[in-house]
């Protein structure tokens, strides 16, 4: 692995999921490329997202496009909370970016969160599930928030 010479406590994850929204799915297909550095203490990741998203909300039409399909960025700091033989669990806070504001936030900056289970086939290779959620706290309305289920592959 001569290209992880330069940082041989960092890991690249790819993977892909879906969107969701308090207590349904958004049809939103997300795909992130994720690097961790330092043992996966901090993430840095792009995220594109593949579809356009619908809330299933009364107020609106069935047909309401929700979000269009846009570039997202993330940064932020993990903690690894628990460790059971090739078991990792971590939650992760931080900052993100999104190319547009939508019906799920009205601002562009937003808060990052992450909650993550890892299963480690070797020192190598992993498999890591996650839920994340970016929100912007409420500065501005609408604060619905994007939310996520990922499964990604990572490799060091």
Same mark, same amino acid.
């Given at each position: 692995?001569?290209?992880?010479?330069?940082?041989?406590?960092?890991?690249?994850?790819?993977?892909?999921?879906?969107? @969701?929204?308090?207590?349904?799915?958004?049809?939103?297909?997300?795909?992130?490329?994720?690097?961790?550095?330092?043992?996966?203490?901090?993430?840095?990741?792009?995220?594109?997202?593949?579809?356009?998203?619908?809330?299933?909300?009364?107020?609106?039409?069935?047909?309401?496009?929700?979000?269009?399909? @846009?570039?997202?960025?993330?940064?932020?700091?993990?903690?690894?909370?628990?460790?059971?033989?090739?078991?990792?669990?971590?939650?992760?806070?931080?900052?993100?970016?999104?190319?547009?504001?939508?019906?799920?936030?009205?601002?562009?900056?937003? @808060?990052?969160?992450?909650?993550?289970?890892?299963?480690?086939?070797?020192?190598?290779? @992993?498999?890591?599930?996650?839920?994340?959620?970016?929100?912007?706290?409420?500065?501005?309305?609408?604060?619905?928030?994007?939310?996520?289920?990922?499964?990604?592959?990572?490799?060091?």
């Amino acid at each position: 692995m001569l290209a992880w010479a330069h940082c041989p406590q960092c890991a690249l994850e790819v993977g892909t999921g879906t969107t @969701f929204f308090a207590s349904h799915w958004t049809d939103g297909i997300a795909v992130p490329i994720l690097l961790e550095i330092d043992q996966s203490r901090w993430e840095i990741g792009a995220y594109r997202f593949l579809t356009n998203q619908f809330l299933k909300e009364s107020v609106f039409p069935l047909s309401t496009i929700s979000a269009h399909p @846009f570039w997202g960025f993330t940064a932020m700091r993990r903690w690894q909370i628990l460790h059971r033989a090739r078991w990792k669990l971590y939650v992760g806070f931080g900052a993100s970016y999104q190319t547009r504001a939508d019906l799920l936030d009205a601002t562009q900056w937003n @808060f990052a969160y992450l909650l993550a289970l890892r299963y480690s086939l070797d020192r190598h290779f @992993f498999f890591e599930f996650s839920a994340r959620h970016w929100s912007n706290a409420w500065i501005r309305l609408p604060n619905r928030g994007q939310d996520l289920l990922l499964m990604s592959v990572g490799f060091r």
